[in-house]
């Protein structure tokens, strides 16, 4: 069958029925891998990406998406499978019967049906997000921090005003199609002479003509400009996090909004520090006479150094809590907290003396009986 296409949902890698979240984030996912752009030289990406965004024009909107579910391609484009729907009849009813097929499926969907109505050509469309990705310190996250991007955007020609038309003329409405990007075309089939619409070849769809294109932007409207731009970071972002940047994205069509600056953070790993949610995570490492006598450390934190009080008799593995040395809470002043981890380096290669006056000092305090092993000719065993 000519015209024949890929079921939409296959398209977006979805089952019938995805959710309105889940169509729009396959949707976003699959444009930005076959984007043009991205790649310059792939013909198929090219033709992938124009497949994406017909199949997502169809699946976002609610009353197209009803129609395709029930009736499939014939649903929403007319033109499919029209190339030759009834030739094994051969010739068939000619004559007498001369009506629009637009006009059938609009009884039956309820509402027009082809280039008319939400599909209009010159309807305001939304322009598409940039994803960008910034790579941050440890401390820029956690204490937050501005970045000024170079961001390439898609922004409406200075010299015509977006209108694609070299200055000081206009485009002209389509004389062919009247402005509505699609004309009617007309088909003998065995019912008779049948109606349907097809995109404009004159205006492509756009349903204007442009006489005289401006130089700058070639009649497209649009350029790609490098732009500087002011990301302010917040308190707090953690890794895989994105900051949105409203109306900072591409240029719309037609009077459309721009779309949005999408800045997805990545966090660089620090060297003393972990991070679990607004927590912060750190070991120190204390000799055995600290741990036994206790002792006043200076503690490393995201503010600087800060005394913390040890107590006599600390074993290894003690975690203590820093109350508020932790991350700032997005959108609070609240912070959370830092634990740290008691970690008591045990000493090696004693002589012989230090031996003995540590055998005498287990002695002292119960950990060493006569006519057992010491720890020590346990450890000799071992070697």
Do not use: W
């Not at 649903?75 to 499919?80: I, K, L």
């Not at 294109?213 to 895989?240: H, M, S, Y």
């Not at 490492?285 to 006598?293: D, F, G, K, T």
């Amino acid at each position: 069958m000519a015209g024949k296409k890929r079921d939409y949902y296959e398209v977006l890698g979805l089952s019938k029925g995805a959710s309105e979240s889940e169509i729009k984030k396959s949707f976003r996912r699959l444009a930005k891998e076959n984007h043009p752009d991205v790649n310059p030289d792939n013909a198929e990406a090219e033709a992938r990406f124009k497949e994406i965004n017909e199949a997502y024009e169809v699946l976002s909107d609610a009353d197209k998406k009803g129609k395709y579910d029930q009736f499939g391609h014939a649903g929403v484009d007319p033109n499919y499978g029209a190339g030759d729907p009834f030739g094994g009849y051969g010739g068939g009813f000619h004559g007498g019967m001369d009506f629009d097929l637009g006009d059938i499926f609009g009884s039956f969907f309820g509402g027009g049906f082809g280039g008319g109505g939400s599909g209009s050509p010159n309807r305001p469309r939304r322009g598409e997000d940039i994803h960008l990705h910034v790579d941050l310190s440890f401390e820029e996250a956690a204490f937050g921090c501005e970045r000024e991007l170079t961001v390439p955007t898609i922004i409406d020609c200075e010299d015509c005003g977006g209108t694609g038309a070299a200055p000081g003329s206009t485009p002209e409405t389509c004389s062919d199609c009247g402005g509505r990007g699609v004309k009617q075309v007309q088909r003998r089939t065995p019912f008779g002479v049948m109606s349907t619409t097809a995109t404009c070849d004159t205006c492509h769809g756009t349903g204007k003509v442009i006489r005289d294109p401006c130089k700058t932007c070639k009649g497209k409207g649009k350029v790609r400009k490098n732009q500087k731009i002011t990301v302010k970071i917040p308190a707090g972002i953690d890794d895989g996090q994105t900051v949105s940047l409203r109306g900072k994205g591409n240029a719309g069509q037609n009077g459309g909004t721009s779309g949005d600056l999408l800045v997805s953070v990545r966090v660089r790993p620090h060297a003393e520090f972990e991070r679990d949610g607004v927590h912060v995570y750190s070991t120190i490492y204390v000799s055995v006479v600290q741990a036994i006598l206790g002792d006043e450390l200076e503690v490393t934190t995201l503010d600087g150094k800060v005394k913390y009080t040890m107590p006599e008799g600390t074993q290894s593995g003690t975690v203590f809590r820093l109350r508020g040395r932790g991350i700032v809470r997005l959108n609070s002043n609240s912070r959370g907290d830092q634990f740290v981890t008691v970690v008591v380096d045990i000493p090696g290669g004693l002589n012989a003396e230090q031996k003995e006056l540590l055998e005498a000092f287990g002695e002292s305090v119960g950990q060493s009986a006569a006519g057992k092993q010491g720890f020590f000719d346990k450890r000799k065993k071992k070697k």
